[in-house]
């Protein structure tokens, strides 16, 4: 790859002071085990993967019954670790590891749950909830929830195990159990954790599906599984704007034969709305007609209203029997990809794998611990969303969420959210941090609300906090409200650009809060790469690999890299969290992973360490670029685009070229809303007359000479930091990037729709408009 890197040479941002360090989770952990050192604790937990994991299970204080007597084996192969094996006394560690390896991958077709004896007993429901009973815990807030509309709830540790019970009481009335595959599909509301506990406490496999999928999405998901059940909602708000999911919901029903159950929840959509919906408009909307509506809607199938419930009568109904008994490596979570590089991949995680790896992360990295408050933008159908279910409850920490759009009515929305609750940690995109830097000059929201000073009462879902806390109308949106209780901002999903990190550490954090940098993916069950409280940072960087985790970078035969040089990241050992394969995939999960190197992870990612041991995630190796004979990463190039004034977002793909080889497209997202197909707009001359010279202090005559002037510019700017050979051959200006819903930009869709080619799954498409817009601008065959 290119030699010159933009990311290189960063200076220390952030250092940790004495107390930040005193306090952190990793810190005690490390007393735990004996070291007084990161490089110490880093080359133990590498050196001893199973030695590590078990003072992670310690510390986390996670309990098995019956207890295992090996922690990890490897006969099976290190594609296919044997974890947590619990056989009788009789049976000596070898005998016990080979009993453990005849049990039936997840990624062999017919998988099913394999139970005991081959594997120690977890159901990890019971880390989550009744670990907590007898505990200060019990009562502390697990789910502070907040709708874009202002509506909250709050619920204790001890009122969300009981509801969960009322859940768990209804999957096994109708005949949900150990094995079967149950779909959610629902946005970030307190049902949504509701079900996920519900579905693996019976001994289910949970599927998580976005909450703005089309029905043939999530169809082709339940299909895959065979599904028996779907948890789904009548829909949610966005700006404003209801958005039906009962009518998707049925459809994907109706294509998918073996569901035969749905459970559907109540959302706070108005009156109206209720009798608009289910066509009576002769009186109040009563649980019969929205039964009866139901009934209606899902034909041939056993539907069920859950949710919530604050009537003692229901909360008395409780299930009694408990968790289900499973094992360890019993299937938990079947969590499908995004389909960015091309068919959904369901990546396969038992009750011992993705809990604790996220709880593990989660500790050590964002510093959560008990009545710690963290909140995540995210979906459920994100591996972010069971991410902080799971992590969060493990931890006995609060989780904050917030279902709305983060800059809805106003650009302070998201800001507001956090200091109104509290939130010590908060997980946020680049994408996102860049869209409301963009913001950072609107009006603050004025909605209404109750009276300044309500503040929400636990299990109080009518508690109706004001819209808007105040603050001048003059201050920019992160400065109106009162943010001391942020402790850190922590990012995944996509690799950052300076300027958008340097605008949220030094304005919204005020130089003072670190951004914990987060990057792994589903298959990981979290982070290879993990910021933490003890290291210094520097921009958009990495300090260190995650603990356990025995990262290096390669080139092309396999051989690490020296620092400055850029290769493939790659994992050496088996970790906690890994995979159990793709559900009932073998050989593609292989070929994935696997083929490249012996006994390597090959994850994907392009990475680079600098001379001072940060790492650094330049984007995804099969995106990059080979031009006159150089490679190049997009998001290299990307990162100059966006470090101009009037570039938000850029993506970079390669064209056929017959000088080169391969040219670079770019297609950048401006600063104000305009069209850039029109003639004559107003905010394409407004954006060039603000631009830096040679536009400074003047219009140009025509948008076709803005257009062609402000490319130009693009160009020399990539050109000055990379050379000549390496600038974009085009820049096209539109109006947004094909994304996901967990805001990873769709660069083989990009190309595929500039070049007239099959773009292949659009399912993880946000909006399908994108797409048109870049087909109109490909060039003339």
């Known amino acids: 790859m290119h030699d010159i890197n933009v990311l290189e040479n960063q200076p220390i941002a952030w250092t940790p002071t004495p107390d930040v360090i005193e306090r952190a989770q990793l810190t005690k952990f490390m007393r735990q085990v004996g070291v007084s050192t990161w490089d110490e604790l880093h080359q133990f937990s590498i050196r001893d993967v199973e030695k590590f994991t078990e003072e992670v299970l310690k510390f986390l204080d996670i309990k098995f019954d019956p207890p295992y007597n090996k922690l990890l084996g490897t006969s099976n192969g290190i594609e296919f670790p044997n974890w947590f094996v619990s056989t009788p006394q009789r049976h000596s560690g070898a005998e016990a ?277 963290i909140c995540w933008y995210t979906d459920i159908g994100w591996m972010m969303g069971p991410w902080l279910i799971y992590g969060a409850l493990i931890n006995g920490a609060t989780i904050c969420l917030y279902d709305g759009a983060p800059d809805h009515p106003t650009a302070d929305r998201m800001w507001e959210f956090c200091a109104r609750h509290k939130v010590e940690v908060l997980g946020i995109s680049p994408t996102l941090v860049r869209a409301l830097a963009a913001k950072e000059s609107e009006p603050p929201a004025s909605a209404g609300g109750a009276a300044p000073g309500s503040d929400p009462t636990l299990e109080n879902p009518d508690s109706r906090p004001p819209a808007h806390a105040g603050g001048s109308d003059k201050k920019p949106p992160h400065e109106r409200h009162d943010l001391s209780s942020l402790r850190a901002f922590a990012s995944t999903g996509e690799p950052w650009n300076p300027a958008p990190w340097w605008w949220l550490f030094e304005k919204v954090g005020n130089s003072k809060l670190p951004i914990i940098n987060y990057s792994g993916g589903t298959e990981i069950s979290g982070g290879i790469l993990m910021g933490n409280m003890l290291l210094p940072q520097k921009p958009c960087s990495f300090p260190a690999p995650c603990p356990g985790m025995d990262v290096d970078i390669v080139d092309d035969n396999g051989e690490p890299v020296k620092p400055g040089q850029v290769g493939e990241l790659v994992i050496k050992q088996p970790w906690i969290g890994m995979a159990r394969g793709f559900w009932q995939e073998r050989e593609r999960y292989l070929e994935t992973y696997w083929s490249r190197f012996k006994n390597i992870w090959v994850h994907g990612d392009w990475a680079m360490r600098d001379k001072d041991g940060h790492w650094f995630i330049l984007g995804r190796s099969d995106d990059t670029l080979k031009v006159a004979g150089k490679r190049v990463g997009p998001a290299e190039v990307e990162s100059i685009l966006v470090s101009h004034p009037q570039v938000t977002e850029a993506a970079v793909i390669g064209v056929p070229d017959d000088a080169k080889g391969t040219a670079m497209v770019a297609f950048c997202v401006l600063s104000g809303d305009f069209s850039p197909q029109s003639r004559g707009d107003t905010e394409l001359h407004k954006a060039a007359s603000q631009s830096s010279p040679p536009y400074e202090g003047e219009v140009a005559a025509t948008a076709d000479e803005v257009v062609l002037s402000l490319e130009k510019e693009l160009k020399s700017l990539v050109a000055k930091d990379m050379g000549k050979p390496l600038a974009p051959s085009k820049v096209h200006f539109v109006h947004a990037l094909p994304k996901t819903r967990n805001a990873k930009v769709m660069r083989r869709v990009i190309r595929a729709a500039y070049l007239g080619e099959d773009p292949g799954d659009l399912s993880a498409l946000e909006n399908a408009s994108t797409v048109n817009e870049i087909r109109a601008v490909r060039p003339a065959v």
């Open 97 to 373: 590891e080979t009993r453990a390896a005849a049990s039936v991958p997840l990624s062999e077709p017919g998988a099913v749950a394999t139970g005991f004896p081959a594997h120690a007993g977890l159901n990890i429901t019971t880390m989550c909830l009744d670990r907590w009973v007898d505990d200060e815990v019990n009562n502390q807030p697990a789910i502070v929830w907040e709708g874009e509309d202002g509506s909250t709830h709050v619920l204790s540790y001890s009122f969300l195990a009981d509801n969960v019970g009322i859940v768990v009481g209804t999957l096994r009335n109708i005949g949900i159990g150990k094995g079967d595959a149950v779909g959610i599909h629902l946005p970030m509301i307190p049902e949504t954790i509701l079900a996920l506990l519900a579905i693996n406490r019976v001994g289910a496999i949970a599927i998580p599906v976005f909450s703005g999928y089309g029905v043939e999405a999530i169809a082709s998901r339940m299909h895959a599984v065979q599904a028996k059940a779907l948890f789904t909602c009548e829909g949610f708000y966005r700006r404003g704007k209801f958005v039906d999911m009962l009518s998707v919901a049925a459809g994907a029903v109706r294509r998918t034969d073996s569901i035969t159950k749905v459970l559907v929840t109540r959302t706070a959509i108005s009156e109206k709305e209720h009798l608009d919906r289910i066509g009576d408009a002769k009186g109040p909307v009563r649980f019969v007609h929205f039964q009866e509506h139901l009934e209606k809607t899902f034909p041939d199938v056993v539907v069920r209203q859950f949710g919530v419930s604050h009537n003692m009568i229901d909360l008395l109904g409780a299930d009694e029997e408990g968790s289900e008994l499973t094992s360890a490596e019993d299937p938990l979570i079947i969590l499908y990809t995004s389909g960015t590089t091309g068919k959904p991949k369901g990546i396969a995680h038992t009750h011992a794998s993705f809990p604790i790896k996220a709880a593990q992360d989660m500790a050590f990295g964002t510093d959560v611990g008990r009545g710690t408050r």
